[in-house]
């Protein structure tokens, strides 16, 4: 049907302007036969036609200012209501008109000049008020006083520059001014195109094709000298084309097209409208959430269906069409009984706005649950924006099942954990009470060894002191005995004889018995020190093993305490005993000397070197009989081997924890 309309349109549309072109052509020739007859005539008509058209849109856009949403209108029909009055006193000041006395033909020039800035300044200005508020009191003043200077200045104070000398011609002033004018009405044609879309394209077109025209027409009048001649003719020509575009762009277009008047803001607006309309409608039926639109009836006491969008349709199991128009409790029998239509004549009475979560319904014999949230429209509908939460909710119930179960079996696991930390509390501290023991038992067993060491020292030392002086005294007695036997007895070979191996046996005997006294406990322990006793064990190991030995000394073993000298001279005892019997070393050793805050015994040799599993071996008798003499003491034994270069045993005796004060301190 549109389409159908477009055509004949156009064609009524064409048809009219090649009226209007034809008319127009008669309508200039007319008047260039005219000006050929009466030039003064042709002037007055031009003049006058500009006149009549700025005055009417100065009337149009007073009379519809309430109606326009910007004053780029207002403020141009302002304008043109002064620039209108300047070119009628321009018409009356022309040449041979005779109404000004005393004037010549500078008059109607100043007043043209005039007239064309004021016309291009309005046109740089007008852009601006498409998007700012005219103050339309101080437009009008503006104007009025612009407008007085200027006609005090050409009539008055006499200070207006000459625009024409009679016999010469155009001044100077006056063609720059119009070169000066149509560069301004230019840029105004630039500041247009840049609001073209602000205004509909052939209003547009009109408005700067006018400014175009009156750029021409200013520059034709650069070239005349005579007020008669033909420039001025067709600068005429070109300014009553230039108003009559004005009048079809706005005049003529307010008058017989007031919906489309210069600015396409209405039709924007309903194409705006169509698409806000069409956005709403995708929306409105792509929503996922239920939408319901109930309009009030019965004073509020029912509502019908207005509107239901496809979610609500599959959310209720509905055709809209099947119940738009219908009541809601036709429709809904339960929103009585759910409390809906309470809400909805609440919100609809009230205009407060509501979000009602898990409601319970029930439709086509359902259990459904809803949120809802329902506000009411400028318009006095009550929409409702919903969403079915059943599925939600059975999850929900079926959540609150299993975390009811899961509370009973974390409390039963609970009460499982708490027995079995009390029992493992229990078993903790029986566990800490035997480790106690045991440390105590360990620490009593300790002492016990150190105990048993002590007493075992002190026993040799009393057996090799009895057996070294009193068997020793013994024997010696004996063998002096015997040598008096055997003076008496000289004649007596046999009993020589005899009494020279009796002899011979009791030195062996007092050579075992010292030999059994030193092993039990050496004299030289006691009587020269540690470093002595420790050479002199180096030197009987030679002897005995043939085993190449070396030893040194930093330390006075007369600072040493006597139990810790022994425990000393036992761990290097067994250490040079496992040396022999085991290391296949030709070279041992042995250093004493002190170290920062204690005692260093070190015998290194060059074996096979012990190896790491005979160090931690259980069978180890030794190593553990010297661990135990040196912890007696507070000190700790060290074995480190590596194969094919030997064994270095250190043992070290904290100055702390042992009798021992460190060199130059005394006990």
Not at 582 to 604: D, F
């Amino acid at each position: 049907m549109k389409e159908g309309n477009e055509l004949p349109r156009w064609l009524a549309g064409r048809s009219r302007l090649l009226v209007q072109i034809a008319a127009g052509g008669i309508f200039f020739i007319l008047l260039f036969f005219l000006s050929r007859y009466e030039y003064l005539l042709f002037h007055s008509i031009a003049e006058i036609f500009s006149s009549v058209i700025a005055f009417t849109i100065f009337i149009l856009a007073w009379h519809t200012r309430r109606n326009l949403d910007n004053d780029f209108l207002l403020f141009i029909g302002t304008a043109f209501l002064f620039i209108g009055a300047i070119d009628l006193l321009h018409m009356l000041a022309y040449s041979g008109m005779g109404v000004f006395k005393g004037y010549d033909t500078d008059l109607p020039t100043q007043l043209w000049i005039a007239a064309r800035y004021m016309q291009a300044f309005s046109f740089l200005l007008a852009p601006l008020f498409l998007t700012r508020r005219l103050p339309v009191g101080m437009t009008f003043l503006a104007f009025g006083f612009l407008t007085a200077l200027l006609l005090l200045s050409i009539f008055s104070f006499d200070i207006f520059p000459a625009c024409f000398v009679e016999d010469t011609g155009l001044t100077p002033f006056k063609k720059v001014s119009e070169y000066i004018i149509s560069f301004l009405l230019l840029v105004a044609v630039f500041l247009f195109t840049r609001k073209r879309r602000a205004f509909s394209a052939a209003v547009f077109g009109m408005i700067v094709s006018s400014l175009v025209l009156t750029v021409a027409s200013e520059l034709s009048f650069t070239l005349y000298t005579d007020p008669y001649a033909l420039p001025n003719l067709l600068g005429h020509f070109l300014k009553i084309l230039a108003f009559y575009l004005i009048y079809v762009a706005i005049i003529e277009t307010g008058l017989e097209r007031p919906f489309d008047i210069l600015f396409r803001d209405l039709k924007q607006r309903e194409e705006m409208l169509e698409e806000s309309e069409a956005r709403y409608r995708v929306l409105f039926d792509n929503m996922k959430s239920g939408v319901a639109v109930y309009g009030a009836v019965d004073g509020g006491k029912d509502f019908v269906i207005l509107e239901l969008n496809a979610a609500a349709e599959k959310i209720e199991h509905l055709k809209r069409g099947d119940v738009i128009g219908k009541r809601a409790t036709t429709v809904f029998p339960c929103i009585i009984a759910c409390g809906l239509l309470d809400l909805l004549k609440g919100v609809w009475r009230n205009n407060e706005s509501g979000y009602f979560p898990e409601m319970q319904c029930h439709h086509d014999g359902q259990e459904r649950w809803k949120d809802f949230f329902i506000y009411k429209l400028p318009s006095g509908e009550v929409v409702t924006v919903y969403e079915d939460i059943s599925g939600r909710k059975l999850a929900e119930d079926i959540l609150s099942r299993y975390r009811e179960q899961l509370e009973e079996q974390v409390e039963e696991r609970t009460l499982e954990l708490v027995e079995t930390n009390r029992r493992l509390n229990l078993e903790v501290s029986e566990r800490r009470k035997k480790a106690r023991e045991l440390r105590e038992a360990a620490d009593r067993l300790r002492l016990l060894s150190t105990h048993l060491q002590t007493v075992r020292e002190e026993e040799r030392r009393r057996i090799a002191m009895q057996v070294h002086d009193d068997l020793g005294q013994e024997l010696t007695v004996l063998k002096m005995n015997l040598s008096l036997l055997a003076k008496r007895s000289s004649g007596d070979e046999e009993a020589g004889k005899r009494t020279r191996e009796l002899s011979e046996s009791i030195d062996g005997i007092i050579s075992t018995v010292r030999e059994i006294a030193s092993e039990l406990r050496p004299a030289v322990l006691d009587d020269l020190g540690l470093d002595a006793a420790l050479e002199w064990q180096l030197g009987v190991f030679t002897e005995k093993t043939g085993i190449e030995t070396a030893f040194s000394t930093e330390a006075d073993s007369g600072l040493i305490d006597p139990d810790l000298g022994v425990a000393l001279f036992r761990i290097s005892q067994e250490a040079l005993t496992n040396v022999a019997r085991h290391s296949g070393a030709t070279r041992v050793e042995v250093g004493l000397s002190s170290q920062g805050e204690g005692l260093v015994l070190t015998i290194r040799d060059d074996g096979r070197g012990i190896m790491e599993h005979e160090i931690s071996s259980t069978t180890s008798l030794g190593i553990m009989g010297m661990n135990e003499r040196a912890d007696a003491f507070g000190g700790k034994v060290e074995l480190r081997g590596s194969a094919g270069e030997g064994t270095t045993l250190s043992v070290r005796i904290p100055r702390a924890a042992s009798p021992w004060k460190g060199p130059g301190l005394k006990r």
